[in-house]
């Protein structure tokens, strides 16, 4: 094959040296443009942009072996496509020059099958150079650049990981500390402006959905004489165990026992009517007495216990806690360590 031959063996006929050109002019850059298009769409990926490659190096096989031997009119067409292949894809270097060869390797052959041929000459390994330097230049400037976009995009989402656990955590340190807030200094169990708020809560609930809620007022009987005649210190003992022993009892995790103040308890008990109070009542009554806790002027410590089931027709949260209240003074006028449920 002589060295400075004007066109390509493969292009000598002026019918097929036509196809050829009308071929690169509009079929191959459509190609190209389809193929670019599709993998926009696709989720990037290294497979993805692997097999995308492997596809365009194969459409360009039989091109290259054309235009890369001589064929002087069509060579700037070949570095257009080539260029686009670089550009097309995110690979490193040495992927390119893979692919790449082997574009140019399968196309060769198949000109060498076809014909029976021998293409390979000097001219040609200086042309293949060129463009595989031109090829590798623009592809692994595509490379890093991408390569810096996705580490700085993971570096991103780790940011917004780490700002998501942060928020979290404050989170939960936002309502520990509400938690803390709410609760009793002495006891432990929650405090009357907790109770409040939670009562205010659960009667717009039980409003829309029509589920039952029960309330159990809570008082130690004759404290008073606790506090005068053993001390305070004795008396915040003795709250403590009550406190302790109403927690047992009512441990359901929407259940909510608080110290109202002074000797006073109150138990807002969410799905409970008026059945399930009498049946607390009475465990509260007997788990009071099985402690056994010394008093004064009694055998041993008591609880007076007053409650009552929220009406949404006819009660709000005052009246609510009023008709329990109610409940309550009426155990303590009629004698004490007892309990009943207002209707």
């Not at 140019?104 to 390979?120: K, T, W, Y």
């Not at 004759?222 to 004795?234: A, C, E, I, Y």
């Amino acid at each position: 094959m002589p060295l400075w031959e004007s066109r390509s063996f493969l292009l000598n006929l002026e019918h097929t040296y036509g196809l050829f050109r009308s071929y690169m002019v509009y079929v191959a850059p459509t190609l190209i443009l389809v193929t670019w298009a599709l993998v926009s769409k696709l989720r990037a990926s290294y497979i993805t942009n692997l097999t995308c490659l492997f596809v365009v190096a194969n459409l360009l096989a039989v091109q290259h072996a054309a235009l890369v031997t001589l064929s002087i009119t069509l060579s700037p067409v070949s570095v257009i496509i080539v260029t686009a292949m670089a550009k097309l894809v995110i690979l490193r270097t040495r992927e390119i020059i893979v692919i790449y060869c082997f574009s140019l390797l399968a196309g060769f052959g198949i000109v060498e099958l076809v014909h029976n041929q021998q293409i390979m000459s000097l001219h040609l390994y200086v042309t293949i150079a060129i463009l595989l330097v031109w090829v590798l230049y623009l592809g692994s400037d595509h490379y890093k650049a991408h390569l810096r976009a996705f580490v700085h995009s993971k570096e991103q989402w780790r940011a917004q990981k780490q700002i998501r656990l942060q928020l979290m955590e404050l989170e939960a340190q936002k309502k520990q500390l509400q938690q803390l807030l709410g609760k009793d200094a002495l006891t432990g169990i929650f405090n009357r402006g907790y109770f409040d708020q939670h009562l205010r809560d659960e009667i717009k609930r039980t409003s829309r959905s029509s589920a039952p809620l029960g309330l159990l007022v809570v008082d130690i009987d004759h404290f008073k004489m606790v506090n005068d005649q053993l001390g305070h210190h004795t008396g915040d003992v003795y709250l403590t165990k009550v406190a302790k022993a109403l927690e047992d009892i009512a441990k359901r995790p929407a259940d909510v026992v608080a110290r109202y103040g002074g000797e006073e308890f109150v138990l807002l008990l969410p799905d409970t009517d008026k059945k399930g109070l009498e049946i607390l009542s009475q465990k509260i009554l007997f788990s009071i007495n099985e402690l056994g806790i010394p008093h004064p002027i009694q055998s041993q410590l008591t609880v007076s216990i007053g409650g009552c089931e929220f009406d949404s027709h006819s009660m709000d949260k005052v009246s609510f806690f009023e008709r329990a209240d109610q409940a309550l003074y009426r155990v303590k006028s009629n004698g004490r360590n007892n309990y009943f449920i207002a209707n």
